[in-house]
Nanobody
Framework: QVQLAESGGGLVQAGGSLRLSCAAS????????MGWFRQAPGKEREFVAG????????FYSDSVKGRFTISRDIRKRTVYLQMDTLNPEDTAVYYC???????????????WGQGTQVTVSS
């Protein structure tokens, strides 16, 4: 199973930016779709962004579209989430996930990282 490790979280003021990274540990990278999810305190884990690993095609939740950008570096087996114009509602633990189909559903992603905290102050 692919192991995923997120990094890049932290504390930022509203209006600021952060870039999250997710590195895959295995040479055999079978996940064809990579995604970012987030979970705020007391809320369900929700889809944020997804990316076709080979095609580079991306898709986003309505709440982040136009502010967040998902990308990947194939050689480094790393997925990124560039987050701009952050607001306090973006505060959450962000998780990287790998799956095999274009989906916004948690159940379609089988590999998960441990998560990284993003806190946006007002």
């Amino acid at each position: 199973q692919v192991q995923l490790a997120e990094s890049g979280g932290g504390l930022v003021q509203a209006g600021g930016s952060l870039r999250l990274s997710c590195a895959a540990s295995t040479r055999t990278f079978s996940n064809s779709v990579m995604g970012w999810f987030r979970q705020a305190p007391g809320k369900e884990r929700e889809f944020v962004a997804g990316l076709g690993w080979n095609s580079g095609s991306s898709f986003y939740s309505d709440s982040v579209k136009g502010r967040f950008t998902i990308s990947r570096d194939i050689r480094k087996r790393t997925v990124y989430l560039q987050m701009d114009t952050l607001n306090p509602e973006d505060t959450a633990v962000y998780y990287c996930a790998g799956g095999s189909r274009f989906s916004r559903e948690r159940s379609d992603f089988s590999s998960w990282g441990q998560g990284t905290q993003v806190t946006v102050s007002s």
